[in-house]
């Protein structure tokens, strides 16, 4: 079966740190873009980060350009490395795979996890 | 970054068809092809509905169908069912600072 699960949110202090993994199963990890995406309490998707399938490329939303870094390992594993947390980060963060082997970040993305809740708050 | 938009709701009664616009510029939704819909039940991962603009992934019912016009994107959903009630959500690649951005979602109500 093809998955993805979330872990690694919680609480943390506003300016505090988080790490997101992502663990996949199913398919071939190597071969697809990956993103994250947010979704604050009773608001709408936010696209977040996106990873090349070779992991050299990175792209970032302004909202969290300079703070979130986005990687992935050579197993199975999509990281979120969450710098500088704000009570605006406060959301539940998926990642999600592109829909294609091969394709752009940007692609339609068809496979999503069940999202790991992340709140900053003092 | 600026989110499409996207009406607040649609509704419709079974059986009928509705369409969910999306709009943008030509440095996203009408300039790419790269436009997308998702639909997320309450509590839910969003569901890839529609890709490259009009695809349908297989196992989509072919009740949904994707379009575009100029720098508009619409879902139309025909034969409405009572399972079509969710939020739905367009994204597209933009080539703005923020390289991707998603709509600002519409709530679909089955009368």
């Known amino acids: 079966e093809v998955q993805l699960v979330e872990s690694g949110g919680g609480l943390v202090q506003p300016g505090g740190s988080l790490r997101l993994s992502c663990a996949a199963s199913?398919?071939?990890?190597?071969?697809?873009?990956m993103s994250w995406v947010r979704q604050a309490p009773g608001k709408g998707l936010e696209w977040v980060s996106g990873?090349?399938?070779?992991?050299?490329?990175t792209y970032y939303a302004d909202s969290v350009k300079g703070r979130f870094t986005i990687s992935r390992d050579t197993s199975r594993t999509l990281y979120l490395q969450m710098n500088s947390l704000r009570a605006e980060d406060t959301a539940i963060y998926y990642c999600?795979?592109?829909?294609?082997?091969?394709?752009?970040?940007?692609?339609?993305?068809?496979?999503w996890g069940q999202g790991t809740t992340v709140t900053v708050s003092s | 970054q600026s989110a499409l938009t996207q009406p607040a709701s649609v509704s419709g009664s079974p059986g009928q068809s509705i369409t969910i616009s999306c709009t943008g510029t030509?440095?996203?939704?009408?300039?790419?092809?790269?436009v997308s819909w998702y639909q997320q039940q309450p509590g839910k991962a969003p569901k890839l509905m529609i890709y490259?603009?009009?695809l349908r992934p297989s196992r989509v019912s072919n009740r949904f169908s994707g379009s575009r016009s100029g720098n508009t994107a619409s879902l139309t959903i025909s034969g409405l069912q009572a399972e079509d009630e969710a939020d739905y959500y367009c994204?597209?690649?933009?080539?703005?600072?923020?390289?991707?951005?998603f709509g600002t979602g519409t709530k679909v109500t089955v009368l």
């Open positions: 999600a795979r592109v829909y294609l082997a091969g394709g752009y970040y940007y692609y339609g993305m068809d496979v």
């Open positions: 199913g398919f071939t990890f190597s071969n697809y873009a």
């Open positions: 990873i090349s399938l070779s992991g050299g490329s």
């Open positions: 030509s440095s996203d939704v009408g300039g790419y092809t790269s």
């Open positions: 490259d603009v009009s």
């Open positions: 994204s597209s690649y933009s080539s703005s600072s923020t390289p991707y951005v």
